[in-house]
């Protein structure tokens, strides 16, 4: 896979690819032949049926994806050369659709400089993932089954191979590391198309990597996160193996979570640090504040951990977040401050959501809930989120229903860039979801129950 970043210059290539996101969060393509592509093209865009996506009635489903080009990327492939570009998405009435992702995700922004609280915010976003050498599954009235392998030491195949073991990878270098080349190939390929990446290496689990992205500001992050689950999938099938972000792949084993590291600007400047708890300013404390209150409502987590596997992963005792906490240097906590931090660098660190995540809605919901929490003058500590106990009160809700339910009750800080017909189609997609997967038997329940 050889990615650069788009020159400016549509000479020489072949197609025009329209990236549009959908519901999900996932990168969809139409591509125009070089001959198609025109400076009213450019403008004006091309029509589409938004019903396929999930955010469109079909009797409403006709509108318009309009390239971004300073989002593109050129990528050379089987003797082409295809330009890349994420679109924005519009109605025929010529209005940017309030549903797309990458609209909630400026009007959150937006919203953040009506405030007046900052006019930036910049978001590093950690990407953990499972690679496997080959991922079989199948449910039908008969049987249900899933079966993954692994180099590391997973899976019949490899069951006699020599291994660190299931929970001893963090850091590994090879030969343990089976999956070295899959990261510095992907890395390489998204460092080409723009993407700026702080380092990548094996987790906890064996067969369990990460790549770390930099800060960016909330729009670009977002597209980041999408095009960089695309390469490390593309780079993945060149090399024979399968990647998933499922939070929780494997029973008794490391989940895979989606950090993000935050901070909001003014004028260029952090207003997070201070002379606070951890050194947090009054602003970086409420803003905290404001995370913890609507992840434990469960509104938070209905964007941020949307699939009945998040709750797989969300239990005690994998340094997964169970409780609205905030801790400096603690992987157990919700929000963590990283502890190797100078004074006057303090930012927070989200730990709790994962990449089944439409990661511009997770982005722009975490961005209001810490607005909220700032506009109101919210005190974590007040609110009892500073707890060190072993047992911690506050546990988030166990289930999607659960979070789904707690978006319905508390949805009014998302007013500023989530419309009313995208919470509702969010809460039935999703309770459609979690219907389809608590319904069924799973092995578990045989070998206690039949």
């Known amino acids: 896979m050889k990615l ?5 210059d549509l000479s020489g290539l072949d197609y025009l690819s329209l990236l549009v996101v959908d519901i999900h969060g996932s990168v969809r393509s139409v591509s125009l032949p070089r001959a198609y592509v025109s400076d009213k093209v450019l403008k004006n865009g091309i029509g589409f049926d938004a019903s396929n996506f999930g955010y469109a009635q079909v009797h409403k489903s006709d509108m318009v994806a309009i390239p971004d080009l300073s989002t593109g990327f050129v990528e050379e492939r089987d003797g082409f050369k295809i330009l890349h ?8 009435d010529g209005e940017p659709f309030d549903q797309y992702p990458r609209t909630v995700a400026r009007k959150a922004m937006d919203a953040l400089r009506a405030s007046g609280v900052g006019d930036d915010a910049k978001m590093l976003v950690e990407l953990e993932f499972y690679a496997f ?13 899933y079966y993954v392998e692994s180099a590391e030491g997973i899976g019949d195949d490899y069951a006699d191979s020599p291994r660190f073991g299931l929970s001893k990878g963090y850091h590994r270098m090879g030969p343990d590391d089976k999956y070295g080349r899959l990261r510095d190939e992907a890395v390489r390929t ?32 977002a597209d980041a996160v999408v095009l960089s689950k695309w390469i490390i999938k593309s780079i993945a099938d060149e090399l024979g193996l399968f990647v998933t972000f499922m939070p929780k792949p494997m029973y008794k084993i490391a989940g895979s979570g989606m950090h993000v ?31 913890l209150s609507h992840a434990l409502s ?36 919700a929000v963590r401050i990283p502890g190797y931090l100078k004074k006057g660098e303090a930012r927070i660190e989200f730990r709790t959501g994962d990449a089944t995540a439409n990661v511009y809605y997770f982005l722009a919901a975490m961005l209001l809930a810490g607005l909220d929490g700032v506009t109101r003058g919210l005190d ?21 229903f659960h979070v789904l339910s707690g978006l319905r009750r508390d949805s009014a800080y998302l007013k500023a860039a989530f419309p009313e017909e995208l919470v509702d189609s969010w809460i039935a997609m999703k309770t459609q979801e979690a219907e389809y997967v608590y319904n069924a038997p799973v092995p578990q329940e045989y070998e206690l129950y039949f």
């Open 85 to 92: 570009a994420f679109c924005d998405v519009w109605t025929t």
């Open 261 to 291: 590291h935050q901070f909001v600007e003014k004028a260029g400047k952090s207003i997070f640090p201070g002379e606070g708890l951890y050194g947090l300013s009054e602003a970086g404390l409420s803003y905290t504040a404001g995370v």
């Open 133 to 145: 050498d080959d991922a079989r599954y199948s449910t039908t009235t008969g049987h249900s089954y």
């Open 380 to 400: 974590p500590v007040k609110l009892g989120y500073a707890s060190t106990k072993e047992t911690p009160k506050n546990t988030f809700p166990t289930g999607l």
């Open 190 to 221: 998204m460092e080409a198309a723009g993407i700026p990446v702080k380092y990548h290496h094996h987790e906890v689990a064996a067969s369990q990597l990460e790549i770390e992205l930099n800060f960016i500001s909330l729009v670009a992050a």
């Open 4 to 8: 650069s970043k788009y020159s400016g």
């Open 298 to 333: 469960g509104s938070l987590l209905a964007w941020s951990n949307p699939s009945t596997n998040s709750y797989r992963r969300l239990v005690p005792g994998y340094e997964a977040p169970v409780s609205a906490t905030f801790a400096q240097g603690s992987r157990a906590a």
